[in-house]
């Protein structure tokens, strides 16, 4: 995990790095990140999987304690990277 | 459970599963994607198969996030879908690329079903290729090759070992396969229009072995933009006609679906309808946006498709359900049937009044990704694979609307 930054404005706690991981594998690390957080922090998942984009709004909408806050794209050496800013509900 | 001698599989390939599906089964479906995906499309087989949309992370919602063993997977989806399951027949477990749905099917295999795999998922389904002979005499071959999860079919026509490919689909190393294991050279390639639900292969094959590329000009201007086409192509007009090996092609101009859509007629006897007449439905006229004043053209195209002989065998570029298809496999009829069994085609006999309120009132949504493979399949814009593959999701929708 990686110290504090901002995107987008957003306060960001951590960082998880999925790049190169394939589904189900960037929900399944960020459920447990989240686990570690408080209620109120953000996390930040790097996922490489163009299938996370929706994956992600699904998620967040069938989760009790998940609020999607914004998801980008960036394109990083020709590989496009997608990122996922969640916050953790009380 | 009682042991078993035989190797159970567990996993389908996409041809695997066209097999069964092709045979009636109807094995049970546990689609895994999300919601929005599922919505777009799912597996559907030559009757309605039972199909459950569960997706896998509605199923880790249930989890403690600890335990994801394929053991933990399999308990979380029989608690979630208590008694939907069938014990006495196959789960196919389906997701987007097959990574997912393997580790479920794992999971419920642990819990005594018979659940199996769809290999490489529901983008290897869309991609997968069947290819069935239409004609095998010693003077000339006709095969249909089509992507049967998509509806999309293509034809390579082949004579004294010259073949052509009518509307070569986007993966066109399938016919470059194909041509080379059967001594073909491909000396030709036609598209019936531009195509706005799939990616034509049509330029790219034709580079690839040397032959020329024929489109008719007037769909070789986006009709939406109004911007003319970046790729090369030759001219194709009314009449135009082709020869290959000892068989002649040739082309009809036929504008409704498209201004510049090509009816091809081989020998008098097979005709490549490409989006016009369909073998349950007939093409929709407003994918450029112009349905009012396009269906009378549609009308004066049916209606000189029309005045072929019974015996013409229509051998079109569509098919809506796996239904269509024929003992042989083939989706394919006589101009004589279809004039019996096919409702679009006998509105198309009538007035044109009737038939363009006939039109009108049956139209599909437009998919809105439509407008954009159009561009495509006139150079305007190039996507990379991932881009063409999500393009491309999904059943096509060039019929109209049917009322049963």
Redesign the interface.
Known sequence: MSEMNTTDGISVASVLDARGLACPLPIVKARQALAALAPGQVLKVLSTDRGSVKDFQGWAQTAKNVALLAQTTESENGTQIYAHLVRKQA | MSARNVVTKTEWSPADLYRRLELGEQPFVLDVR????FANWKIEGRRELPTVNL????I??ESD?QD?SPEAWGRLVRQRLDGQLPADQPVLVV???G??SA?VAEGLRTQGFDAVNLEGGTKAWGDHYEIRPVLESPQLTIHQVSRPARGCLSYVVASDGQAVVIDALRHVERYEEFARARGLRITLVLDTHAHADHISGGRALADRVGAPYYLHPYDAIHPIDVLPATLSYRFLGDGQEFTIGSSRLQALHIPGHTLGNVAYLLDGRFLFSGDSIFVESIARPDLGGRADTWAPLHHRSLGRLLGLPDSTRVLPGHFSRLSEAGADGLFAATLGDLRRRNEGLRVAAGSETEFVRYILASLPVFPPQYVDIKRVNVGLTVPDE?RSS?LELGKNVCALAQAH
């Open positions: 999300n919601r929005d995906e997706p896998y992370f509605e880790l919602e996030g994801l997701c987007a690329k990574g997912t580790l991932e999500e």
